[in-house]
């Protein structure tokens, strides 16, 4: 057996335990002060905050699994009043806590409460890095406000990292994306692929074909050959199928799927989704895969379910003749959902399968 078939099926060994959960994405908030494109998240009608009870429980339900980063974001976490409290209380368990933001609401009082909480840093979102293409996806006369709210946290000592949502709106700029960081002192801008939505009516406007994927991130890494492994600003990009470009291109290392993987439904599985209500996803972006209920439900057993697994393990037929489907497993499974594709079938993005 080759040294490649051994590292393969080594991987698929991995992906067979019981899920080690390291990294809860919340989406604390269901309210948002833009109206982005690309959002995946629909409005929630009479929705109520939940109540200082509910978010200790919530705490209690992360820590008894022993979570070590918790992301807030929604919506817009900004907007939910006792936000610093939640904080505050993760920080006490040992927990890191990032703020996925659109920046807008950093003023240097907001900054400055959020350190006082023991904030960890924020994550701003930024799909654009001109002040057109940004405010093409995100509206009129916020890229400027969202700039200064990046800047303003930089300068006041926070940990500031950014989210660039690849589409075909802006798949244009991404070879530009890493020297852009390096500029604003970024420490880290993590590029994650558009899942497709497509009941808004803007998603056929940002929808990658699998061609056109495939030629974003060749073109990329032949620029940027190791782009989580630069010096200043470094570039994630946490896709199945970037690591197959990677591999393609030469470039694929052990460290490499390591750090790309796709942490929901990939071999670490290290990652799940909480919604405003409560709600456990294997992945934040799967709002409608519904496993379990952390307000009613404990935690633990949730994420041992049988659905989650069923979910996350899910590697068409097809995909495992590929010799990519040790770190590719099929693709996001995200987008099949989203698409309606079923888990049996590759990923809609797949260049491989769709020729």
């Given at each position: 057996?080759?040294?490649k078939?051994?590292?393969?099926?080594?991987l698929?060994g991995?992906?067979?335990?019981?899920?080690?959960?390291?990294?809860?994405?919340?989406?604390?908030s269901p309210?948002c002060?833009?109206?982005?494109?690309?959002?995946?998240?629909?409005?929630?009608?009479?929705y109520?905050?939940?109540s200082?009870?509910?978010?200790?429980r919530?705490?209690?339900?992360?820590?008894?699994?022993?979570?070590?980063?918790?992301?807030?974001?929604?919506?817009?976490?900004?907007?939910?009043?006792?936000?610093?409290y939640?904080?505050?209380?993760?920080?006490?368990?040992?927990v890191?806590v990032?703020?996925?933001?659109?920046?807008i609401?950093?003023?240097?009082?907001?900054?400055?409460?959020?350190?006082?909480?023991?904030?960890?840093?924020?994550?701003?979102?930024?799909?654009?890095?001109t002040?057109?293409?940004?405010?093409?996806?995100?509206?009129?006369?916020?890229?400027q406000q969202?700039?200064?709210g990046?800047?303003?946290?930089i300068?006041?000592?926070?940990?500031?990292?950014?989210?660039?949502?690849l589409n075909?709106?802006?798949r244009?700029?991404l070879n530009s994306?890493p020297?852009?960081?390096?500029?604003?002192?970024?420490?880290?801008?993590?590029v994650?692929?558009?899942?497709?939505?497509?009941?808004?009516?803007?998603?056929?406007?940002?929808?990658l074909?699998?061609q056109?994927l495939?030629?974003t991130?060749?073109d990329f890494?032949?620029?940027?050959?190791?782009?989580?492994?630069?010096?200043?600003?470094?570039?994630?990009?946490?896709?199945?199928?970037f690591?197959?470009?990677?591999?393609?291109?030469?470039?694929?290392?052990?460290?490499?799927?390591?750090?790309?993987?796709?942490?929901?439904?990939?071999?670490?599985?290290?990652?799940i989704?909480?919604?405003?209500?409560?709600?456990?996803?294997?992945?934040?972006?799967?709002?409608?895969?519904?496993?379990?209920n952390?307000?009613?439900?404990?935690l633990?057993d949730?994420v041992?379910?049988?659905?989650?697994?069923?979910i996350?393990?899910?590697?068409?037929?097809i995909?495992?003749?590929?010799?990519?489907?040790?770190?590719?497993?099929?693709?996001?499974?995200a987008?099949?959902?989203?698409?309606?594709t079923?888990?049996?079938?590759?990923d809609?993005?797949?260049?491989?399968?769709?020729?």
């Amino acid at each position: 057996m080759d040294t490649k078939k051994n590292q393969r099926n080594e991987l698929q060994g991995e992906s067979a335990k019981t899920p080690d959960v390291k990294m809860l994405a919340w989406n604390i908030s269901p309210w948002c002060n833009l109206t982005c494109k690309h959002c995946y998240l629909g409005e929630i009608k009479g929705y109520d905050s939940l109540s200082t009870h509910e978010l200790d429980r919530i705490v209690d339900q992360i820590s008894s699994i022993d979570v070590k980063v918790v992301f807030l974001a929604g919506g817009e976490p900004l907007l939910i009043r006792n936000l610093e409290y939640v904080i505050r209380q993760l920080a006490q368990t040992g927990v890191s806590v990032f703020v996925n933001t659109n920046g807008i609401l950093l003023t240097e009082k907001r900054i400055d409460s959020l350190l006082r909480s023991q904030v960890s840093g924020v994550i701003i979102g930024f799909d654009g890095i001109t002040q057109e293409s940004y405010e093409m996806i995100r509206g009129e006369h916020t890229y400027q406000q969202a700039l200064q709210g990046l800047k303003t946290a930089i300068k006041m000592g926070m940990s500031v990292e950014s989210d660039f949502t690849l589409n075909c709106l802006n798949r244009h700029q991404l070879n530009s994306v890493p020297l852009w960081g390096d500029e604003l002192k970024l420490k880290r801008i993590t590029v994650k692929r558009y899942v497709p939505r497509p009941e808004s009516k803007f998603d056929s406007q940002l929808r990658l074909t699998p061609q056109i994927l495939k030629e974003t991130y060749h073109d990329f890494l032949d620029i940027f050959p190791y782009p989580s492994q630069r010096e200043s600003c470094k570039i994630y990009a946490h896709d199945p199928l970037f690591i197959v470009a990677k591999a393609e291109k030469g470039l694929l290392n052990q460290e490499d799927i390591l750090r790309e993987d796709c942490n929901a439904g990939g071999y670490t599985r290290g990652w799940i989704g909480l919604s405003s209500q409560g709600n456990i996803q294997p992945c934040p972006v799967m709002t409608e895969e519904v496993v379990g209920n952390i307000l009613s439900e404990e935690l633990q057993d949730i994420v041992k379910c049988s659905k989650m697994d069923i979910i996350r393990d899910a590697i068409p037929a097809i995909c495992q003749k590929c010799h990519h489907s040790s770190y590719c497993r099929g693709g996001c499974k995200a987008t099949k959902i989203r698409m309606g594709t079923s888990l049996d079938k590759p990923d809609p993005c797949c260049w491989i399968y769709h020729k």
